[in-house]
Nanobody
Framework: QAQMVESGGGSVQSGGSLRLSCAAS????????WGWFRQAPGKEREGVAR???????TYAAPVKGRFTISRDNAKNTLYLQMDSLKPEDTAMYYC???????????????????WGQGTQVTVSS
């Protein structure tokens, strides 16, 4: 059974930083790619960053240069370091892992199907 649990969300002022963590277990820990997504109120979920097992990464244009995705293989934990946060970064953030069979969300060439419960990030101006 795949399980992913996010933590690290919170409220910060514009220009601040947060680090999100996502502990993976089960199949999600052995997937070939992992990612972070976000969904703001009234908007569709969007991909933020993707990390592949070979270490390659992809970032959405609005966060490139400000966010960094990484993974600690020994801890089976995915991270998203978010710097220079802006009010428009306010959203629920979700981590996800590849599900090559049943995944229904494509981003950066990966097919995502395992999801965490989400962690709220709020950036005030």
């Amino acid at each position: 059974q795949a399980q992913m649990v996010e933590s690290g969300g919170g409220s910060v002022q514009s220009g601040g930083s947060l680090r999100l963590s996502c502990a993976a277990s089960g199949y999600s820990a052995t997937a070939n790619c992992w990612g972070w997504f976000r969904q703001a109120p009234g908007k569709e979920r969007e991909g933020v960053a993707r990390f592949e097992r070979d270490g390659s990464t992809t970032y959405a244009a609005p966060v490139k240069g400000r966010f960094t995705i990484s993974r600690d293989n020994a801890k089976n934990t995915l991270y998203l370091q978010m710097d220079s946060l802006k009010p428009e970064d306010t959203a629920m953030y979700y981590c996800a892992a590849e599900d090559s069979v049943y995944g229904r969300t494509w981003y950066g060439g990966c097919r995502f199907g395992f999801w965490g419960q989400g962690t709220q990030v709020t950036v005030s101006s």
